[in-house]
């Protein structure tokens, strides 16, 4: 495993000695690291007392930014955390404080058998506790390319996906700047799956070769989204996204590369039934829907809203809604039919259409395309920049 005391040293001194406060200048400091959100309790929902179990083969050192003692040495290999509204206890001793940085001497450490690089904190709102991740940028990068690409695909695709993925999240922690949230993405794919440390080396190499390097427009780092199949749907027609900050997101032509993928189109059959419970979050159940009509669609042929018929009511839902209710729709793009007791719906793509299409991108390096001409494909108008 890649570390050295050396390492640790430097990484206790990047916790300790950097305050917050520098966070936001532009100086020429180290990178600060990445902080993703792990887990989260909100005692509003659940006011039992939750835990979290930390290992590390040499165990960690602990420091309370609080009281800013020195670091608390524990030999102990397995850290058990627990925490409730007033305290943050560590193995059964209890901590002053909202915030607490633990930090592996391995550089590594293991969370209910996953291991991450980096350190963590554990911080205490009102209402909330975060197990929070500090890890390298790039190892974060290495990290989200094992479950957000696919490592048997061409290096020089995934050099594409490293350096958007790398842009994306610099671009969020310039957004989490303005928020008083203490981390900067979740490790879900509300932002990008992190699933912690791999050794698919397909992955590190691309990583490596693409290392700092951002996409910028105007100077400022592009928020780079990505979706795993676009469908072929135009981003500028769609009319429920802001492109007036990400301009480079406004595409004006298609992708037509994906269309070749199996992934392209997809068709689903639901049992009526079965849609009536997962709606019944927007649509109160029981009773059972006998229908959904499509009402609007967007330029870019999205699904903006549509109507449910129920009993003898009629229920609007928008299209975000029925896309985060019915697990089975993979995309925002597709027509609906009934079929006896089921909807059959007919789609094209996989994910919300904006920015670069990874199956696109695929296709395009099987035709020859090198990972710039790929970027300025999907992101017009950015400029490659490395970063020190
Ligand atoms: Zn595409």
Redesign the pocket.
């Known amino acids: 495993m890649k570390h050295s005391h050396l390492k640790l040293l430097s990484m206790v001194a990047l916790l300790i000695f950097i305050p917050r406060s520098t966070h936001g200048k532009k100086t020429t400091q180290k990178q600060q690291p990445v902080k993703v959100l792990i887990e989260e309790h909100d005692r509003t929902k659940n006011r039992r007392c939750s835990s979290w179990k930390l290992t590390s083969n040499t165990g960690f050192l602990i420091f309370n930014p609080t009281t800013k003692t020195s670091c608390k040495s524990s030999e102990k290999t397995s850290l058990t955390i627990t925490h409730n509204q007033s305290r943050i206890c560590v193995n059964g001793i209890s901590y002053p404080g909202s915030e607490l940085r633990i930090i592996p001497r391995d550089g590594y450490a293991g969370i209910n058998g996953t291991q991450f690089h980096g350190s963590f904190s554990i911080t205490q709102t009102n209402d909330h506790t975060y197990l929070i991740n500090h890890v390298d940028l790039e190892e974060y990068v290495c990290s989200v390319l094992k479950t957000e690409s696919w490592p048997g695909w061409p290096v020089e695709v995934n050099k594409a996906f490293a350096i958007s993925s790398r842009s994306y999240v610099l671009a969020m922690i310039k957004q989490a700047q303005k928020s008083t949230l203490p981390y900067h993405v979740k490790n879900t794919n509300e932002h990008q799956t992190y699933k912690g440390m791999h050794t698919t080396s397909a992955i590190h190499t691309a990583v490596a070769l693409t290392k700092g390097m951002v996409l910028t427009h105007n100077g400022q780092i592009a928020l780079t989204m990505f979706d795993s199949?676009?469908?072929?749907v135009i981003p500028a027609h769609i009319e429920d996204f802001d492109f007036g900050k990400a301009p480079y997101l406004a595409r004006t032509y298609a992708?037509?590369?994906?269309?070749r993928c199996k992934i392209y189109a997809w068709q689903k059959e639901i049992h009526l039934a079965d849609i009536s419970k997962f709606i019944a979050q927007f649509i109160e159940y029981p009773g059972v829907v006998q229908q959904i009509k499509i009402a609007k669609k967007d330029k870019a042929r999205l699904i903006t809203q549509v109507h449910v018929k129920k009993g003898n009511k009629k229920h609007t839902l928008s299209g975000k809604q029925l896309y985060s209710a019915l697990p089975e729709i993979k995309s925002f793009c597709y027509s609906i039919k009934r079929k006896k007791d089921t909807l059959v719906f007919n789609g094209k793509?996989y994910g919300h259409h904006i920015g670069m299409?990874q199956?696109?991108a695929r296709e395009m390096v099987r035709d020859g395309w090198h990972y710039k001409r790929i970027l300025d494909f999907y992101y017009p108008g950015t400029v490659i920049r490395k970063i020190s």
């Open positions: 199949c676009c469908g072929g992708c037509t590369h994906c269309s793509g299409c199956w696109g």
